[in-house]
Protein backbone atom coordinates (compact mmCIF):
# COMPACT_ATOMS: atom_id res chain seq x y z
CA UNK A 1 0.00 0.00 0.00
CA UNK A 2 1.51 3.45 -1.48
CA UNK A 3 1.88 6.12 1.47
CA UNK A 4 0.34 9.35 0.54
CA UNK A 5 4.12 10.96 -0.14
CA UNK A 6 4.86 8.04 -2.30
CA UNK A 7 1.90 8.82 -4.24
CA UNK A 8 2.86 12.75 -4.34
CA UNK A 9 6.55 11.96 -5.50
CA UNK A 10 5.22 10.03 -8.23
CA UNK A 11 2.65 12.48 -9.59
CA UNK A 12 5.24 15.20 -9.53
CA UNK A 13 7.63 12.57 -11.19
CA UNK A 14 5.36 12.39 -14.21
CA UNK A 15 4.32 16.01 -14.20
CA UNK A 16 7.48 17.16 -14.91
CA UNK A 17 7.03 15.94 -18.38
CA UNK A 18 4.00 17.26 -18.54
CA UNK A 19 3.21 20.17 -21.38
CA UNK A 20 -0.01 21.75 -21.78
CA UNK A 21 0.57 23.27 -25.12
CA UNK A 22 -3.41 22.22 -26.58
CA UNK A 23 -5.09 25.77 -25.63
CA UNK A 24 -6.62 25.40 -29.13
CA UNK A 25 -8.87 23.11 -30.39
CA UNK A 26 -10.83 22.84 -33.47
CA UNK A 27 -14.32 22.06 -32.51
CA UNK A 28 -17.33 21.46 -34.31
CA UNK A 29 -21.18 20.63 -33.34
CA UNK A 30 -22.88 17.49 -34.19
CA UNK A 31 -26.09 17.82 -36.43
CA UNK A 32 -27.26 14.25 -37.73
CA UNK A 33 -26.59 10.66 -36.05
CA UNK A 34 -27.62 8.24 -38.31
CA UNK A 35 -26.30 4.69 -38.94
CA UNK A 36 -23.23 4.66 -36.91
CA UNK A 37 -22.48 7.95 -38.72
CA UNK A 38 -21.83 11.57 -37.52
CA UNK A 39 -22.60 14.17 -39.63
CA UNK A 40 -20.57 17.50 -37.91
CA UNK A 41 -20.71 21.16 -38.64
CA UNK A 42 -17.33 23.25 -38.08
CA UNK A 43 -14.52 21.44 -37.73
CA UNK A 44 -12.76 23.46 -40.48
CA UNK A 45 -9.16 22.34 -39.58
CA UNK A 46 -9.68 18.59 -39.21
CA UNK A 47 -7.78 16.06 -41.64
CA UNK A 48 -9.08 13.12 -43.04
CA UNK A 49 -8.58 10.34 -40.98
CA UNK A 50 -8.17 12.10 -38.18
CA UNK A 51 -9.49 11.17 -34.90
CA UNK A 52 -11.92 13.33 -32.90
CA UNK A 53 -13.80 12.77 -29.69
CA UNK A 54 -16.87 13.48 -28.44
CA UNK A 55 -18.59 14.68 -24.86
CA UNK A 56 -19.03 11.44 -23.59
CA UNK A 57 -15.47 9.76 -24.61
CA UNK A 58 -16.36 8.06 -27.52
CA UNK A 59 -13.65 8.35 -30.57
CA UNK A 60 -14.80 8.45 -34.32
CA UNK A 61 -12.64 8.97 -37.25
CA UNK A 62 -12.94 11.82 -39.81
CA UNK A 63 -13.93 9.75 -43.30
CA UNK A 64 -15.48 12.51 -45.42
CA UNK A 65 -15.20 16.21 -45.87
CA UNK A 66 -17.74 18.19 -47.12
CA UNK A 67 -18.20 21.85 -48.25
CA UNK A 68 -19.93 23.27 -44.50
CA UNK A 69 -19.73 20.00 -42.78
CA UNK A 70 -17.52 16.13 -41.71
CA UNK A 71 -18.64 12.92 -41.53
CA UNK A 72 -17.36 11.06 -38.80
CA UNK A 73 -17.37 7.33 -38.67
CA UNK A 74 -17.51 5.90 -34.60
CA UNK A 75 -15.48 3.76 -32.96
CA UNK A 76 -17.64 3.16 -29.92
CA UNK A 77 -21.02 3.38 -28.65
CA UNK A 78 -23.12 6.53 -30.63
CA UNK A 79 -26.56 6.20 -28.82
CA UNK A 80 -26.07 8.89 -26.43
CA UNK A 81 -24.68 11.42 -29.17
CA UNK A 82 -27.30 13.97 -30.00
CA UNK A 83 -27.95 16.88 -31.95
CA UNK A 84 -25.66 19.80 -30.27
CA UNK A 85 -22.90 17.79 -28.65
CA UNK A 86 -19.72 19.11 -29.30
CA UNK A 87 -16.89 17.15 -31.27
CA UNK A 88 -13.38 17.86 -30.63
CA UNK A 89 -10.76 17.27 -33.23
CA UNK A 90 -7.08 15.66 -31.79
CA UNK A 91 -5.06 16.65 -34.31
CA UNK A 92 -3.66 12.68 -34.06
CA UNK A 93 -4.39 10.23 -36.54
CA UNK A 94 -5.18 6.60 -36.25
CA UNK A 95 -2.57 4.37 -34.41
CA UNK A 96 -1.55 1.59 -32.46
CA UNK A 97 0.72 1.13 -29.58
CA UNK A 98 2.91 -1.69 -30.08
CA UNK A 99 5.88 -2.96 -28.31
CA UNK A 100 7.42 -6.81 -27.46
CA UNK A 101 4.40 -7.22 -24.94
CA UNK A 102 1.95 -7.87 -27.42
CA UNK A 103 2.93 -11.05 -28.58
CA UNK A 104 0.54 -13.29 -27.35
CA UNK A 105 -2.36 -10.46 -26.80
CA UNK A 106 -5.83 -10.65 -28.41
CA UNK A 107 -6.86 -7.16 -28.56
CA UNK A 108 -8.97 -5.28 -30.90
CA UNK A 109 -8.62 -3.40 -33.67
CA UNK A 110 -7.78 0.05 -31.64
CA UNK A 111 -5.52 -1.57 -29.46
CA UNK A 112 -7.55 -2.40 -26.23
CA UNK A 113 -7.11 -6.11 -24.78
CA UNK A 114 -10.01 -8.88 -24.90
CA UNK A 115 -7.93 -11.12 -22.86
CA UNK A 116 -8.42 -9.02 -19.94
CA UNK A 117 -5.10 -7.90 -19.16
CA UNK A 118 -3.47 -4.58 -19.19
CA UNK A 119 -3.18 -2.15 -22.43
CA UNK A 120 -0.08 -2.53 -24.30
CA UNK A 121 1.63 0.52 -23.21
CA UNK A 122 4.70 2.63 -23.45
CA UNK A 123 5.40 1.15 -27.01
CA UNK A 124 5.76 2.65 -30.10
CA UNK A 125 2.92 3.95 -32.16
CA UNK A 126 2.42 2.50 -35.12
CA UNK A 127 -0.28 4.34 -37.47
CA UNK A 128 -2.95 2.04 -39.10
CA UNK A 129 -2.20 4.28 -42.46
CA UNK A 130 1.17 4.47 -43.79
CA UNK A 131 2.54 4.33 -47.45
CA UNK A 132 4.40 0.80 -48.35
CA UNK A 133 8.15 0.82 -48.65
CA UNK A 134 9.22 1.64 -52.30
CA UNK A 135 10.59 -0.36 -54.68
CA UNK A 136 14.18 0.67 -53.62
CA UNK A 137 14.07 -0.13 -50.21
CA UNK A 138 13.13 -3.69 -51.19
CA UNK A 139 14.65 -6.91 -52.46
CA UNK A 140 13.32 -9.48 -54.30
CA UNK A 141 12.03 -12.79 -52.24
CA UNK A 142 14.33 -15.28 -51.81
CA UNK A 143 13.41 -16.97 -48.23
CA UNK A 144 10.50 -19.10 -47.55
CA UNK A 145 7.82 -19.24 -45.37
CA UNK A 146 7.04 -22.68 -44.81
CA UNK A 147 3.87 -24.12 -43.84
CA UNK A 148 4.12 -27.37 -43.37
CA UNK A 149 1.57 -28.40 -45.69
CA UNK A 150 3.19 -30.88 -48.73
CA UNK A 151 0.62 -29.44 -51.15
CA UNK A 152 1.26 -25.84 -50.58
CA UNK A 153 5.41 -26.57 -49.60
CA UNK A 154 6.30 -28.39 -52.88
CA UNK A 155 4.14 -26.77 -56.09
CA UNK A 156 2.57 -23.24 -54.84
CA UNK A 157 5.74 -22.40 -52.05
CA UNK A 158 5.93 -19.53 -50.35
CA UNK A 159 8.26 -17.01 -49.98
CA UNK A 160 8.61 -14.20 -46.68
CA UNK A 161 7.53 -10.71 -47.89
CA UNK A 162 5.14 -12.62 -50.14
CA UNK A 163 1.27 -11.89 -50.52
CA UNK A 164 -0.32 -15.48 -51.73
CA UNK A 165 -3.89 -15.21 -51.36
CA UNK A 166 -6.43 -17.94 -49.94
CA UNK A 167 -9.86 -18.13 -51.89
CA UNK A 168 -12.39 -20.84 -52.15
CA UNK A 169 -16.10 -21.52 -51.08
CA UNK A 170 -17.16 -21.33 -47.35
CA UNK A 171 -16.02 -24.55 -45.32
CA UNK A 172 -13.38 -25.81 -47.39
CA UNK A 173 -10.42 -25.35 -45.19
CA UNK A 174 -8.82 -22.08 -46.10
CA UNK A 175 -8.52 -21.28 -42.32
CA UNK A 176 -7.29 -24.43 -41.45
CA UNK A 177 -4.33 -23.47 -43.79
CA UNK A 178 -3.38 -20.49 -42.41
CA UNK A 179 -3.61 -21.55 -39.04
CA UNK A 180 -1.21 -24.67 -40.04
CA UNK A 181 1.01 -22.06 -41.02
CA UNK A 182 1.16 -20.20 -38.04
CA UNK A 183 1.62 -23.58 -35.99
CA UNK A 184 4.61 -24.79 -38.42
CA UNK A 185 6.39 -21.30 -37.65
CA UNK A 186 7.09 -22.59 -33.94
CA UNK A 187 9.47 -24.94 -35.50
CA UNK A 188 11.85 -22.67 -37.65
CA UNK A 189 15.39 -21.52 -36.56
CA UNK A 190 14.42 -17.82 -37.63
CA UNK A 191 11.19 -16.95 -35.65
CA UNK A 192 7.96 -15.92 -37.88
CA UNK A 193 5.74 -13.85 -35.54
CA UNK A 194 2.38 -14.30 -36.67
CA UNK A 195 -0.40 -11.88 -36.57
CA UNK A 196 -4.35 -13.37 -37.40
CA UNK A 197 -6.81 -10.76 -37.94
CA UNK A 198 -10.07 -11.80 -37.83
CA UNK A 199 -12.52 -9.54 -39.50
CA UNK A 200 -16.48 -10.04 -38.99
CA UNK A 201 -16.25 -13.43 -37.70
CA UNK A 202 -18.49 -15.38 -34.87
CA UNK A 203 -16.64 -14.90 -31.50
CA UNK A 204 -17.35 -19.07 -30.95
CA UNK A 205 -14.55 -19.34 -34.01
CA UNK A 206 -12.54 -16.76 -33.24
CA UNK A 207 -12.62 -18.39 -29.70
CA UNK A 208 -11.56 -21.76 -31.53
CA UNK A 209 -8.82 -20.46 -33.31
CA UNK A 210 -7.06 -18.82 -30.11
CA UNK A 211 -7.83 -22.27 -28.03
CA UNK A 212 -6.27 -24.16 -31.09
CA UNK A 213 -3.11 -21.47 -30.83
CA UNK A 214 -2.75 -22.01 -27.10
CA UNK A 215 -2.80 -25.75 -27.01
CA UNK A 216 -0.25 -26.11 -29.81
CA UNK A 217 1.77 -23.75 -27.97
CA UNK A 218 1.66 -21.04 -30.65
CA UNK A 219 0.46 -18.05 -29.03
CA UNK A 220 3.78 -17.26 -27.82
CA UNK A 221 4.56 -15.67 -31.39
CA UNK A 222 1.24 -15.07 -32.20
CA UNK A 223 -0.95 -12.08 -31.66
CA UNK A 224 -4.86 -12.03 -32.52
CA UNK A 225 -6.96 -8.96 -33.37
CA UNK A 226 -10.35 -9.48 -33.13
CA UNK A 227 -13.20 -7.34 -35.07
CA UNK A 228 -16.14 -9.90 -34.71
CA UNK A 229 -19.70 -9.80 -36.33
CA UNK A 230 -20.76 -8.03 -33.79
CA UNK A 231 -18.56 -5.15 -33.49
CA UNK A 232 -19.16 -1.79 -35.58
CA UNK A 233 -18.43 -1.63 -39.44
CA UNK A 234 -16.06 0.78 -38.41
CA UNK A 235 -13.40 -2.15 -36.57
CA UNK A 236 -13.88 -4.16 -39.28
CA UNK A 237 -12.83 -1.55 -41.54
CA UNK A 238 -9.99 -0.94 -38.93
CA UNK A 239 -8.95 -4.58 -38.38
CA UNK A 240 -6.71 -5.23 -41.45
CA UNK A 241 -4.98 -2.05 -41.26
CA UNK A 242 -4.21 -2.60 -37.43
CA UNK A 243 -2.72 -5.86 -38.22
CA UNK A 244 0.00 -4.43 -40.69
CA UNK A 245 0.52 -1.70 -38.15
CA UNK A 246 1.57 -4.02 -35.81
CA UNK A 247 3.79 -6.36 -38.56
CA UNK A 248 5.21 -3.21 -39.54
CA UNK A 249 6.77 -2.44 -35.49
CA UNK A 250 8.80 -5.92 -36.01
CA UNK A 251 9.47 -5.73 -39.76
CA UNK A 252 11.26 -2.77 -38.60
CA UNK A 253 13.43 -4.36 -36.27
CA UNK A 254 14.42 -6.64 -38.57
CA UNK A 255 12.05 -9.75 -37.82
CA UNK A 256 10.20 -11.58 -40.58
CA UNK A 257 6.23 -11.50 -39.80
CA UNK A 258 3.03 -13.14 -41.15
CA UNK A 259 -0.04 -11.86 -41.37
CA UNK A 260 -3.27 -13.66 -42.00
CA UNK A 261 -6.32 -11.49 -43.02
CA UNK A 262 -9.57 -13.75 -42.66
CA UNK A 263 -11.13 -12.51 -44.70
CA UNK A 264 -11.18 -9.64 -46.80
CA UNK A 265 -14.82 -10.35 -48.25
CA UNK A 266 -15.98 -9.64 -44.67
CA UNK A 267 -13.58 -6.18 -44.92
CA UNK A 268 -15.29 -5.34 -48.12
CA UNK A 269 -18.51 -5.77 -47.31
CA UNK A 270 -17.84 -3.50 -43.66
CA UNK A 271 -16.33 -0.76 -46.43
CA UNK A 272 -19.29 -0.89 -48.04
CA UNK A 273 -21.38 -0.70 -45.69
CA UNK A 274 -19.52 2.58 -44.41
CA UNK A 275 -19.53 4.31 -48.08
CA UNK A 276 -23.13 3.75 -48.62
CA UNK A 277 -23.86 5.21 -44.78
CA UNK A 278 -21.39 8.01 -46.00
CA UNK A 279 -23.00 8.46 -49.01
CA UNK A 280 -20.57 7.80 -51.44
CA UNK A 281 -21.89 6.99 -54.94
CA UNK A 282 -22.41 3.44 -55.31
CA UNK A 283 -20.18 1.62 -58.46
CA UNK A 284 -20.66 -2.05 -59.15
CA UNK A 285 -22.46 -4.22 -56.79
CA UNK A 286 -23.01 -1.30 -54.51
CA UNK A 287 -19.17 -0.85 -53.55
CA UNK A 288 -17.96 2.16 -53.67
CA UNK A 289 -15.34 3.32 -56.30
CA UNK A 290 -12.16 3.09 -54.14
CA UNK A 291 -12.73 -0.56 -53.37
CA UNK A 292 -9.86 -1.85 -54.66
CA UNK A 293 -7.41 0.90 -53.20
CA UNK A 294 -9.03 -0.32 -50.26
CA UNK A 295 -7.03 -3.41 -50.40
CA UNK A 296 -4.04 -2.52 -52.59
CA UNK A 297 -3.12 -0.37 -49.94
CA UNK A 298 -2.88 -3.24 -47.46
CA UNK A 299 -1.39 -5.46 -48.95
CA UNK A 300 1.31 -3.08 -50.66
CA UNK A 301 2.65 -3.15 -47.53
CA UNK A 302 3.80 -6.63 -47.04
CA UNK A 303 7.54 -6.47 -48.33
CA UNK A 304 11.05 -7.74 -47.84
CA UNK A 305 13.22 -4.87 -46.94
CA UNK A 306 17.00 -5.27 -48.45
CA UNK A 307 19.68 -5.22 -45.58
CA UNK A 308 20.52 -1.86 -45.59
CA UNK A 309 16.62 -1.55 -44.31
CA UNK A 310 16.93 -4.16 -41.69
CA UNK A 311 16.00 -6.79 -43.85
CA UNK A 312 12.90 -7.46 -42.25
CA UNK A 313 9.83 -8.81 -44.32
CA UNK A 314 6.00 -9.00 -43.93
CA UNK A 315 3.80 -11.83 -45.43
CA UNK A 316 0.39 -11.58 -46.05
CA UNK A 317 -2.30 -14.12 -46.59
CA UNK A 318 -5.42 -12.52 -47.48
CA UNK A 319 -8.31 -15.02 -47.57
CA UNK A 320 -10.68 -14.49 -49.59
CA UNK A 321 -14.00 -16.23 -49.44
CA UNK A 322 -16.07 -16.89 -52.96
CA UNK A 323 -19.46 -17.63 -53.82
CA UNK A 324 -20.22 -21.17 -56.25
CA UNK A 325 -16.06 -21.64 -56.89
CA UNK A 326 -16.62 -18.09 -58.75
CA UNK A 327 -13.31 -16.86 -58.89
CA UNK A 328 -14.56 -14.09 -61.38
CA UNK A 329 -16.45 -12.23 -59.28
CA UNK A 330 -15.47 -8.88 -58.52
CA UNK A 331 -13.90 -8.92 -55.26
CA UNK A 332 -11.87 -12.32 -55.90
CA UNK A 333 -10.57 -10.61 -58.90
CA UNK A 334 -9.82 -7.48 -57.48
CA UNK A 335 -7.31 -9.49 -54.94
CA UNK A 336 -6.18 -12.22 -57.12
CA UNK A 337 -4.80 -9.02 -59.22
CA UNK A 338 -2.74 -7.89 -56.24
CA UNK A 339 -1.48 -10.93 -54.95
CA UNK A 340 1.68 -12.55 -55.84
CA UNK A 341 -0.16 -15.93 -56.43
CA UNK A 342 -3.26 -17.79 -55.19
CA UNK A 343 -4.36 -20.98 -53.40
CA UNK A 344 -7.89 -22.37 -54.51
CA UNK A 345 -9.53 -24.35 -52.58
CA UNK A 346 -12.27 -26.43 -54.13
CA UNK A 347 -15.97 -27.94 -52.68
CA UNK A 348 -15.88 -30.90 -54.49
CA UNK A 349 -12.20 -31.85 -53.83
CA UNK A 350 -13.07 -30.99 -50.14
CA UNK A 351 -15.80 -33.28 -49.79
CA UNK A 352 -14.26 -35.78 -52.21
CA UNK A 353 -11.72 -36.60 -49.06
CA UNK A 354 -9.15 -34.42 -50.34
CA UNK A 355 -7.92 -31.97 -47.59
CA UNK A 356 -6.19 -29.50 -47.76
CA UNK A 357 -8.67 -29.27 -51.06
CA UNK A 358 -6.57 -27.38 -53.08
CA UNK A 359 -6.82 -27.01 -56.80
CA UNK A 360 -3.27 -27.46 -57.95
CA UNK A 361 -4.34 -26.63 -61.23
CA UNK A 362 -5.77 -23.32 -60.75
CA UNK A 363 -3.22 -22.56 -57.93
CA UNK A 364 -0.05 -20.93 -58.53
CA UNK A 365 2.95 -19.13 -56.65
CA UNK A 366 4.18 -15.88 -58.61
CA UNK A 367 7.23 -16.19 -56.61
CA UNK A 368 8.00 -20.32 -57.36
CA UNK A 369 11.13 -21.56 -56.92
CA UNK A 370 12.76 -18.40 -55.45
CA UNK A 371 10.90 -19.64 -52.00
CA UNK A 372 11.54 -23.11 -52.34
CA UNK A 373 15.21 -24.68 -51.03
CA UNK A 374 17.12 -27.13 -53.04
CA UNK A 375 15.71 -29.67 -51.00
CA UNK A 376 12.46 -29.42 -51.86
CA UNK A 377 12.77 -28.06 -55.18
CA UNK A 378 14.55 -31.81 -56.25
CA UNK A 379 11.01 -33.28 -55.97
CA UNK A 380 8.64 -30.61 -56.79
CA UNK A 381 9.06 -30.44 -60.54
CA UNK A 382 9.04 -34.01 -60.62
CA UNK A 383 5.75 -34.29 -58.70
CA UNK A 384 4.02 -31.12 -60.19
CA UNK A 385 4.20 -32.68 -63.49
CA UNK A 386 3.29 -36.01 -62.67
CA UNK A 387 0.01 -34.62 -61.40
CA UNK A 388 -0.66 -32.25 -64.02
CA UNK A 389 -0.19 -35.55 -66.07
CA UNK A 390 -2.21 -37.20 -64.07
CA UNK A 391 -5.28 -35.24 -64.54
CA UNK A 392 -5.14 -34.81 -68.26
CA UNK A 393 -5.64 -38.90 -67.93
CA UNK A 394 -8.06 -38.90 -65.54
CA UNK A 395 -10.90 -38.64 -67.85
CA UNK A 396 -9.66 -42.14 -69.58
CA UNK A 397 -9.72 -43.63 -66.35
CA UNK A 398 -13.15 -44.82 -66.80
CA UNK A 399 -11.66 -47.33 -69.33
CA UNK A 400 -9.89 -49.21 -67.01
CA UNK A 401 -8.54 -52.35 -68.87
CA UNK A 402 -8.40 -50.57 -72.41
CA UNK A 403 -5.50 -48.44 -71.85
CA UNK A 404 -1.55 -49.07 -72.31
CA UNK A 405 0.60 -50.29 -69.14
CA UNK A 406 2.18 -46.42 -69.30
CA UNK A 407 -0.75 -44.81 -68.97
CA UNK A 408 -2.50 -47.19 -66.13
CA UNK A 409 0.79 -46.78 -64.34
CA UNK A 410 0.63 -42.77 -64.64
CA UNK A 411 -2.56 -43.17 -63.44
CA UNK A 412 -1.54 -45.14 -60.58
CA UNK A 413 1.24 -42.66 -59.76
CA UNK A 414 -1.06 -40.00 -59.74
CA UNK A 415 -3.64 -41.40 -57.06
CA UNK A 416 -0.79 -42.12 -55.11
CA UNK A 417 0.61 -37.97 -55.72
CA UNK A 418 -2.78 -37.45 -54.85
CA UNK A 419 -3.20 -39.40 -51.62
CA UNK A 420 0.11 -38.79 -50.31
CA UNK A 421 -0.97 -34.58 -50.35
CA UNK A 422 -3.58 -35.25 -47.90
CA UNK A 423 -2.97 -34.11 -44.97
CA UNK A 424 -4.77 -34.05 -41.56
CA UNK A 425 -5.76 -30.51 -39.88
CA UNK A 426 -2.87 -29.06 -37.41
CA UNK A 427 -0.31 -31.55 -38.22
CA UNK A 428 2.10 -29.24 -39.98
CA UNK A 429 5.56 -31.60 -40.68
CA UNK A 430 8.89 -30.55 -40.65
CA UNK A 431 10.83 -30.16 -44.13
CA UNK A 432 12.81 -32.72 -44.13
CA UNK A 433 9.46 -35.30 -43.36
CA UNK A 434 7.74 -33.60 -46.20
CA UNK A 435 10.66 -34.33 -47.99
CA UNK A 436 10.47 -37.81 -47.05
CA UNK A 437 7.28 -38.38 -48.55
CA UNK A 438 7.48 -36.47 -51.84
CA UNK A 439 10.48 -38.83 -52.40
CA UNK A 440 8.78 -42.14 -51.94
CA UNK A 441 5.85 -40.90 -54.18
CA UNK A 442 8.29 -39.56 -57.17
CA UNK A 443 10.72 -42.25 -56.80
CA UNK A 444 7.62 -44.80 -57.17
CA UNK A 445 8.36 -46.96 -53.80
CA UNK A 446 4.90 -45.91 -52.87
CA UNK A 447 3.66 -47.99 -56.18
CA UNK A 448 2.88 -51.27 -55.01
CA UNK A 449 1.17 -49.74 -52.10
CA UNK A 450 -2.70 -50.11 -51.63
CA UNK A 451 -4.15 -46.77 -52.07
CA UNK A 452 -6.01 -47.45 -48.69
CA UNK A 453 -2.72 -47.55 -46.94
CA UNK A 454 -0.36 -44.93 -48.19
CA UNK A 455 -1.06 -42.13 -45.29
CA UNK A 456 -0.20 -45.09 -42.86
CA UNK A 457 2.54 -46.43 -44.67
CA UNK A 458 3.62 -42.65 -44.54
CA UNK A 459 3.05 -42.24 -41.04
CA UNK A 460 5.12 -45.28 -40.06
CA UNK A 461 7.74 -44.28 -42.11
CA UNK A 462 8.21 -41.25 -40.77
CA UNK A 463 7.83 -42.92 -37.11
CA UNK A 464 10.44 -45.32 -38.82
CA UNK A 465 12.95 -42.99 -39.71
CA UNK A 466 13.03 -40.76 -36.94
CA UNK A 467 13.19 -43.49 -34.34
CA UNK A 468 15.96 -45.49 -36.32
CA UNK A 469 18.15 -43.05 -38.65
CA UNK A 470 17.65 -39.89 -36.99
CA UNK A 471 21.05 -38.62 -38.53
CA UNK A 472 19.61 -38.75 -42.07
CA UNK A 473 16.49 -36.76 -40.90
CA UNK A 474 19.23 -34.18 -39.38
CA UNK A 475 21.33 -34.03 -42.68
CA UNK A 476 17.82 -33.40 -44.60
CA UNK A 477 17.05 -30.26 -41.93
CA UNK A 478 19.92 -28.59 -43.54
CA UNK A 479 17.80 -27.53 -46.62
CA UNK A 480 20.23 -29.09 -49.71
CA UNK A 481 19.60 -31.31 -52.11
CA UNK A 482 20.06 -34.76 -51.12
CA UNK A 483 23.50 -36.16 -52.82
CA UNK A 484 23.67 -39.79 -54.44
CA UNK A 485 24.61 -41.05 -51.07
CA UNK A 486 22.03 -39.92 -49.14
CA UNK A 487 19.49 -41.18 -51.54
CA UNK A 488 20.66 -44.34 -51.66
CA UNK A 489 20.82 -44.47 -47.61
CA UNK A 490 16.59 -43.79 -48.03
CA UNK A 491 16.74 -46.68 -49.93
CA UNK A 492 17.61 -49.09 -48.03
CA UNK A 493 15.80 -47.48 -45.53
CA UNK A 494 12.56 -47.48 -47.80
CA UNK A 495 13.48 -51.30 -48.39
CA UNK A 496 14.27 -51.92 -44.98
CA UNK A 497 10.50 -50.53 -43.70
CA UNK A 498 8.40 -51.77 -46.48
CA UNK A 499 9.54 -55.90 -45.03
CA UNK A 500 8.32 -54.91 -41.96
CA UNK A 501 4.84 -52.80 -42.69
CA UNK A 502 1.61 -54.71 -42.77
CA UNK B 1 -29.03 24.98 -53.02
CA UNK B 2 -26.03 26.94 -54.26
CA UNK B 3 -28.41 29.61 -54.93
CA UNK B 4 -29.55 29.39 -51.20
CA UNK B 5 -26.40 29.76 -50.08
CA UNK B 6 -25.96 33.11 -52.27
CA UNK B 7 -29.22 34.33 -51.11
CA UNK B 8 -28.46 33.72 -47.00
CA UNK B 9 -24.82 35.96 -48.21
CA UNK B 10 -26.97 38.36 -49.03
CA UNK B 11 -29.30 38.63 -46.01
CA UNK B 12 -26.89 40.71 -43.91
CA UNK B 13 -26.22 44.85 -43.97
CA UNK B 14 -23.43 45.90 -42.86
CA UNK B 15 -21.78 42.40 -40.79
CA UNK B 16 -25.64 42.15 -39.41
CA UNK B 17 -28.88 40.52 -40.04
CA UNK B 18 -31.24 42.38 -42.04
CA UNK B 19 -35.04 41.50 -41.64
CA UNK B 20 -36.52 43.38 -44.85
CA UNK B 21 -34.47 41.56 -46.50
CA UNK B 22 -35.00 38.30 -44.61
CA UNK B 23 -38.79 38.01 -45.18
CA UNK B 24 -38.59 39.13 -48.53
CA UNK B 25 -36.75 36.14 -49.26
CA UNK B 26 -38.08 33.82 -47.45
CA UNK B 27 -41.39 34.67 -48.74
CA UNK B 28 -40.27 33.30 -52.21
CA UNK B 29 -38.96 29.78 -50.85
CA UNK B 30 -40.66 26.61 -50.43
CA UNK B 31 -40.36 24.68 -46.73
CA UNK B 32 -37.61 22.65 -47.75
CA UNK B 33 -35.71 25.47 -49.02
CA UNK B 34 -36.17 27.53 -46.19
CA UNK B 35 -34.83 24.73 -43.64
CA UNK B 36 -31.92 24.92 -45.75
CA UNK B 37 -32.02 28.78 -45.65
CA UNK B 38 -31.86 28.86 -41.71
CA UNK B 39 -29.41 26.52 -41.78
CA UNK B 40 -27.04 28.80 -43.63
CA UNK B 41 -27.89 31.24 -41.74
CA UNK B 42 -27.33 29.57 -38.57
CA UNK B 43 -24.03 28.73 -40.07
CA UNK B 44 -23.38 32.43 -41.09
CA UNK B 45 -24.10 33.89 -37.82
CA UNK B 46 -21.86 31.22 -35.71
CA UNK B 47 -19.21 32.33 -37.63
CA UNK B 48 -19.48 36.06 -36.90
CA UNK B 49 -19.90 35.32 -33.59
CA UNK B 50 -17.36 35.26 -30.93
CA UNK B 51 -18.71 33.13 -27.66
CA UNK B 52 -16.25 34.69 -24.40
CA UNK B 53 -17.01 32.66 -21.37
CA UNK B 54 -16.19 34.39 -18.01
CA UNK B 55 -16.26 32.93 -14.51
CA UNK B 56 -17.65 36.57 -13.44
CA UNK B 57 -19.03 38.82 -16.79
CA UNK B 58 -18.83 41.80 -14.46
CA UNK B 59 -15.15 41.54 -13.50
CA UNK B 60 -12.61 41.70 -16.20
CA UNK B 61 -13.84 44.42 -18.38
CA UNK B 62 -10.12 45.52 -19.79
CA UNK B 63 -10.56 41.87 -21.26
CA UNK B 64 -13.62 41.95 -23.08
CA UNK B 65 -13.03 45.38 -24.72
CA UNK B 66 -9.62 44.32 -25.93
CA UNK B 67 -11.30 41.20 -27.30
CA UNK B 68 -14.03 43.17 -28.69
CA UNK B 69 -10.83 45.06 -30.22
CA UNK B 70 -9.43 42.45 -31.83
CA UNK B 71 -12.36 41.11 -33.36
CA UNK B 72 -13.85 44.10 -34.28
CA UNK B 73 -16.10 42.85 -37.15
CA UNK B 74 -17.93 40.00 -35.14
CA UNK B 75 -20.66 39.68 -32.63
CA UNK B 76 -19.15 38.90 -29.36
CA UNK B 77 -21.16 37.90 -26.65
CA UNK B 78 -20.48 37.41 -23.41
CA UNK B 79 -21.61 33.91 -21.18
CA UNK B 80 -21.01 33.05 -17.42
CA UNK B 81 -20.10 29.93 -15.96
CA UNK B 82 -18.17 29.48 -12.85
CA UNK B 83 -17.29 26.32 -13.67
CA UNK B 84 -14.48 27.55 -15.46
CA UNK B 85 -12.82 28.39 -12.10
CA UNK B 86 -10.89 31.05 -13.54
CA UNK B 87 -9.70 32.45 -16.49
CA UNK B 88 -11.54 32.79 -20.06
CA UNK B 89 -12.56 30.53 -23.13
CA UNK B 90 -13.49 32.02 -26.23
CA UNK B 91 -15.18 30.27 -28.82
CA UNK B 92 -14.46 31.59 -32.76
CA UNK B 93 -17.04 29.27 -34.82
CA UNK B 94 -15.12 25.78 -34.61
CA UNK B 95 -11.60 27.34 -32.73
CA UNK B 96 -11.96 26.55 -29.24
CA UNK B 97 -9.21 29.29 -27.26
CA UNK B 98 -9.01 27.23 -23.68
CA UNK B 99 -7.29 29.78 -21.26
CA UNK B 100 -9.45 28.65 -17.88
CA UNK B 101 -8.40 26.51 -15.53
CA UNK B 102 -10.77 23.71 -15.59
CA UNK B 103 -9.53 22.75 -18.94
CA UNK B 104 -5.83 22.84 -17.30
CA UNK B 105 -7.08 20.31 -14.46
CA UNK B 106 -9.11 18.08 -17.23
CA UNK B 107 -5.84 17.94 -19.51
CA UNK B 108 -3.67 17.23 -16.42
CA UNK B 109 -6.08 14.52 -15.27
CA UNK B 110 -5.90 12.72 -18.89
CA UNK B 111 -1.92 13.10 -18.75
CA UNK B 112 -1.81 11.37 -15.31
CA UNK B 113 -4.41 8.93 -16.21
CA UNK B 114 -2.62 8.12 -19.30
New interface residues.
Partial sequence: MKTSEQIIND?EK??KN?T?S???????TVYKNTDGVITA?????VKMGEIVSFNNGTEGVVLNLDE?SVSIILLGDGTEIKEGDKV?ASGKLLSINVSENILGRIIDPLGNPLDGKNKV?NGKNMPLERIAAGVIEREPVNTPLKTGIKAIDSMIPIGRGQRELIIGDRGTGKTAVAIDTIINQKNEQKKVICVYVAIGQKKSTIAQVIERLKETKSIGYSIVVSASASDPASLLYLAPYTGVAIAEYFMEEGKDVLVVYDDLTKHAWAYRQISLVLRRPAGREAYPGDIFYLHSRLLERAVKMNKENGGGSITALPIIETQANDISAYIPTNVISITDGQIFFLTDLFYSGQRPAIDAGNSVSRVGGAAQTPLIKSVAGKMRLELAQYNNLAAFAQFGSELDEATLKQLERGKRTIEILKQSQYQPLLENLEFMSLWLVTSGHLDDIDLSQIQTFEKEYHKFIEKKYPKILDSLTKGQKPDEKLILQLEKTVSEFKKIFK | MKNIKQLALASYTDNKLDNKKILRIVNKLSRKEIKFYLKKIK?LE?KNTIMVTLVDRNTDKKIINDIRKIFKNKNVVINEDKALLAGIRI?D???????DLK??IE??SK??T?
Avoid at chain 1, 22 to 28: D, E, P, R
Avoid at chain 1, 41 to 45: A, C, D, M, R, Y
Avoid at chain 2, 93 to 99: H, I, Q, V
Fill in positions: LKLFDKTVSNIGSGLTNDKE | LSLFDNLYEYSKNIFLK
